[in-house]
């Protein structure tokens, strides 16, 4: 059994309205064996393609390498866009090291709700991953059940977007909305292929991609 620890603190700044919300990194980077290509920051796995999307959206000039220059450049955007990273997943066992959700046993959330108290400016939570078992959408219902929030649908169409209200924040009542993401990892993909408005771009242009279609959801909630 591997315990895996999430290996990066959240990273939370008062001027933050939005916080990007998944679950762990793959095991390589709890244990220090980072590939060519990582990045020893949220989201750095050569294999995941959050920051390959924002590059594309934002034309940052990414440098895709485990450098200090490299987490400075994200670190820089998520501050421009005054965007934070919390995950939910503090730790969780695994049998296998891979880095699917569902693999993960005796999972231990974070604090996602008093860390929404601490920082009142923050107003949507970017799921990167929908209801599947142990995906952040799946837990975060968890832990707002825990604490006797309600989460209520605003729409069902793909990102689907929720609201509840944030029970007895400092300042006074406040209401919050998640958006669940379509996943940025490849096993998304055969998700993406039988979505009938990625099949409606498609049929009109034989060149989208699943890429041009994160792209898309993702330039209008970033």
């Known amino acids: 059994m591997f315990l895996h620890q999430h290996p990066h603190a959240p990273i939370l700044f008062p001027e933050a309205t939005r916080l990007i919300v998944g679950t762990l990194p793959p095991p390589r980077f709890t244990q220090g064996l980072l590939r060519p290509g990582d990045v020893h920051f949220s989201y750095g ?4 393609q959050l920051w390959p999307i924002l590059d594309r959206i934002f ?3 990414l440098i895709y390498e485990n450098s200090e220059e490299a987490v400075r450049q994200r670190l820089d955007f998520l501050k421009a866009r005054q965007i934070g990273i919390c995950d939910i ?3 969780a066992n695994r049998q296998r090291l891979d880095a699917s959700d569902l693999g993960m046993r005796d999972i231990e959330l974070r604090d996602l709700i008093g860390v929404l108290r601490d920082y009142p400016r923050v107003h949507t ?4 991953g929908g209801n599947s078992q142990n995906g952040p959408e799946y837990l975060f219902r968890r832990l707002l059940r825990e604490n006797g929030i309600r989460l209520e649908p605003v729409t069902d169409e793909v990102p689907r977007i929720h609201r509840f209200a944030l029970p ?4 006074g009542p406040r209401e919050l909305r998640t958006v669940s993401l379509t996943a940025p990892s490849g096993s998304a993909n055969r998700a993406i292929g039988s979505l009938p408005e ?3 771009r498609k049929a009109n242009d034989p060149n ?3 890429m041009d279609f994160r792209a898309d959801q993702y330039r209008a909630h970033f």
């Not at 939570?125 to 990167?128: A, E, G, I, Q």
């Not at 007895?168 to 300042?171: A, D, L």
């Open 125 to 128: 939570l970017l799921l990167t």
């Open 59 to 61: 034309d940052l000039g």
């Open 198 to 200: 990625y099949k409606a």
């Open 89 to 91: 997943v503090e730790r």
């Open 168 to 171: 007895n924040p400092p300042g």
């Open 208 to 210: 989208y991609t699943v």
């Open 45 to 48: 796995s050569r294999d995941g």
